[in-house]
């Protein structure tokens, strides 16, 4: 199994890496890409650091099947992000390009400060910061339309093996690759449904900060808080319920669910990405209670 620990993508500064037999790259797939992967930084930037503005400049060029040092720099006063939470800005970056097709498959165990997300033959280690801001971003349009392009633009050129992140440029292997083979996982449209091309139903899993729980029996809509963002949704997990109604679970203010997500989402052609219908959120499956402050599980409580 392979580990990757993205704790290692700190600073201000990114290595762009493209894989293959190349000495050099063709300058439209370059300078497009580049051009993608900038717009796709801001607009993460634009999520998760509203009100700072930053600038994307491109600081050397090196070796090792062909690279380039990003670097970004902030531009102004604005924005929340605070010192400890500023150099692990290309980690969410790199958390993004992990396409996670069926979250029902993947193995998340969430921390207090990192979360352990296993999926196929990789180990992903994540800062718990970089895990929150990357799921927060990641529900944006622009976003998911940036992530896109920037691979989407070295799909004609046969020559590029895979794409990468790294931290240094003299490294062996960069620390975040995206083989070709995966190119197409991340570059390809919205499925589109027969019946409605322009809705879906999505499927995420996701943590959600309990701000309302409703205890009587019905179809109730919990209020939850998702990324910093309110949410209502009802919980058609009758396990959970069940044992819920049985005191098996013990909730209070500021505990978590660690679920299954379902929402409706409509295309919107201009971006060509969905966007969640807020009135249609639906937790499917409650994976485990997370606690406010550490305690013992009760017995039989699923670990996630």
């Known amino acids: 199994m392979t580990t990757v620990d993205l704790s290692r993508l700190r600073g201000d500064q990114i290595v762009i890496h493209y894989g293959g037999a ?3 790259v063709d300058a439209y797939t370059f300078a497009n890409s580049l051009v993608a992967f900038a717009d796709a930084a801001r607009a993460v930037n634009a999520v998760i650091n509203p009100g700072q503005n930053i600038e994307i400049r491109i600081e050397a060029l090196g070796d090792g099947s062909f690279r380039a040092v990003v670097k ?3 531009k ?6 605070s010192k400890g ?4 800005f290309w980690g969410v970056i ?3 390009l992990y396409d996670i097709a069926d979250p029902s498959e993947v193995q998340i165990v969430i921390e207090d400060d990192q979360v352990v997300i296993e999926h196929g033959g990789d180990r992903i280690i994540v800062p718990r910061e970089v895990y929150d801001m990357a799921q927060q971003a990641r529900a944006d349009p622009e976003v998911q339309r940036n992530i896109r392009r920037t691979i989407e633009v070295l799909e004609p050129d046969p020559a590029i093996e895979n794409f990468g992140l790294t931290p240094e440029i003299d490294d062996p292997e960069p620390l975040v690759q995206v083989p070709r083979s ?3 996982m991340l570059t390809r449209p919205p499925e589109l449904s027969p019946d409605n ?3 879906r139903e999505h499927r995420e899993r996701a943590r959600l900060v309990i701000l309302k729980a409703w205890l009587k029996k019905g179809r109730h809509k919990w209020q939850f808080e998702w990324n910093g963002v309110p949410l209502s949704a009802p919980i058609e997990d009758q396990e959970f319920l069940d044992r819920l109604a049985r005191r098996e679970y013990l909730l209070g203010a500021g505990d978590a669910l660690d679920v299954l997500l379902r929402v409706n989402q409509d295309l919107d052609e201009a971006l060509g990405v969905y966007v969640n219908d807020q009135s249609t959120f639906i937790v499917e499956k409650v994976f485990r209670v997370v606690p406010q402050t550490p305690q013992a599980l009760l017995p039989d409580q699923p670990e996630g």
């Open 182 to 184: 995966r190119f197409a």
């Open 76 to 81: 102004g006063i604005g924005g929340f992000f």
């Open 72 to 74: 970004r720099i902030t």
């Open 197 to 199: 091309p322009t809705k």
């Open 94 to 96: 790199g958390t993004l």
């Open 85 to 88: 939470v500023q150099p692990l």
């Open 22 to 24: 190349l000495t050099s």
